[in-house]
């Protein structure tokens, strides 16, 4: 394989990376929605069970756990932006490395007498290697930071599923518990999904490393 | 690939003009470029697009080390003009460029740095070349609003930029205007619209008529020699230009 052709080739998969991340960000800002749903949701439980009084303690007690959970969440996944931030920096730069590497290479084939070129593009693509493994890094502390998140997610389904549990115990609320805690378990399932397509963005598992040749 | 033809030469003391791509896909405007050389050392003028770069470089390095060039002249900020600044860079970071201080901001996004930049001041400036000057001459507004022409007076060559452009058709290509008239046909729908200024257009045209000039070079389309550079200078000072249909 020519440097030429090397360089070609890598095109479609660092523009593809820019569009997984877009999806990443898209999917990140849903999960922050979801989460400020849950806040607003948990205040309302936390009302019901005031009016529920003593028949429904513990549905108070979960109802501000979930709420401690949203805001948590939300934090977790603001703070996301940073790295997404310099994932997007990384793979621009490795955009517009290639079309210089696309250029440089298309020089040296002009000029083969010009052994200034052949430097200059091995400089080049040691300088798209080190920028390449900083994504790998980069890569690898958004799914460390997603895994993180997950973990707090299951934390939020046990106490969705606990708040059902508690409902049953709401006698004359019991109904009205249920339906919220119903709710609960629901869009926390919602942001289960979401993490899990996180999870399987080919930002991550796709054999990325390799992307520049 | 282009092809390079030596315009003037006095011992090491050259215009080279690196022109006529038959590969470049006819979306991108065909341009010219040339260096200016002396003692060893090479400044080229409006190095070009970032997309001709490979074109231009074999070209220039099959007679010149396009690691001695000293600097880039930019008459002014378009990207035929002078994206492919980053890559040139590449092969001497150290090299200068000089350019209106109106664009010394702008151009950046092509590429360099704070220390890559000579700003030129409105009146113009003297830029050495090994000892060779070369004087930055304004011609604001034709069509940039921060503009120069570079001239040398020793070899009697006016770089002119986008002044004098034409956009020539398929099978017109010689080096040289052999033919005025039959030439400026394709310079004036150009120069009305794009040259945004008619007194800037008069002061331009009394400033060239003045100095001696053997070579009137655009970066786009002819060179104008011997009595076409006055025929030409004659022909702007009378187009109205800054005219637009719609
Ligand atoms: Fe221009
Ligand atoms: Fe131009």
């Known amino acids: 394989m020519t440097a030429t052709s090397i360089m070609t080739a890598k095109t479609p998969a660092a523009g593809t990376d820019l569009l997984q991340i877009v999806h990443i ?6 999960v922050v929605g979801v989460s400020v749903k849950i806040n607003i949701m948990a205040l309302n439980a936390i009302f019901l069970a005031k009016r529920a009084g003593t028949a429904a303690l513990g549905f108070g007690v979960l109802s501000n756990e979930l709420r401690v959970f949203s805001q948590d969440l939300r934090t977790c996944m603001e703070s996301l932006n940073g790295l997404i931030h310099a994932c997007v920096n990384q793979v ?7 079309r210089t590497g696309r250029l440089l290479s298309e020089a040296a084939r002009l000029a083969p007498q010009q052994p200034a070129v052949a430097r200059i593009l091995q400089d080049h693509k040691r300088e798209i290697e080190r920028r390449d493994q900083q994504l790998t890094i980069l890569r690898r502390q958004l799914k460390g930071a997603l895994e993180d998140v997950f973990q707090m997610v299951e934390l939020g389904g046990v106490l969705a599923k606990s708040a059902k549990i508690e409902a049953a115990y709401g006698q004359s609320f019991a109904a009205s518990l249920a339906q919220v805690s119903g709710e609960f378990d629901g869009v926390v399932e919602e942001i289960r999904g979401s993490l899990e397509a996180l999870r399987r963005s080919a930002f991550f598992t796709g054999n990325r490393n390799n992307w520049r040749g | 690939m282009k092809t390079t033809k030596t315009i003037f030469q006095d011992g090491n003391h050259k215009w080279v003009a690196i022109v006529r791509d038959p590969e470049k896909p006819n979306y991108l405007i065909d341009t010219n470029e040339y260096l200016v050389t002396y003692g060893g050392k090479g400044l080229l003028l409006d190095p070009g697009g970032a997309e001709i770069f490979p074109s231009v470089f074999s070209a220039l390095s099959a007679d010149f080390d396009p690691t001695a060039l000293a600097g880039i002249f930019a008459s002014h900020q378009d990207p035929d003009v002078c994206s492919s600044l ?21 151009v950046p996004h092509f590429g360099g740095n704070a220390e890559t930049f000579v700003q030129i001041p409105d009146e113009g400036i003297d830029i050495s070349l090994d000892g060779l000057s070369l004087k930055a001459i304004p011609a604001h507004y034709l069509h940039s609003s921060g503009n120069f022409n570079l001239y040398d007076k020793v070899a ?26 039959a030439h400026i046909r394709h310079a004036e729908g150009f120069h009305k619209r794009w040259m945004g200024s008619n007194e800037a257009k008069r002061r331009w045209c009394e400033r060239v008529s003045q100095m001696d000039v053997d070579m009137l070079c655009p970066q786009h389309g002819a060179i104008y020699r011997g009595a076409d550079v006055q025929r030409f200078i004659s022909w702007f000072d009378e187009l109205q230009v800054g005219v637009i249909s719609a």
């Open chain 2, 86 to 106: 980053a890559l040139w860079l590449d092969f001497n970071p150290a090299m200068r460029c000089y350019i209106s201080w109106m664009w010394s901001s702008f």
């Open chain 2, 156 to 181: 009697k060559v006016l770089f002119s930029g986008d002044v004098g452009a034409a956009l020539l058709p398929p099978g017109m290509d010689g080096l040289f205007v052999e033919n005025f008239d």
């Open chain 1, 25 to 30: 960000n898209e999917e990140i800002k849903r």
């Open chain 1, 92 to 98: 621009s730069i490795g955009l517009k490395g290639i």
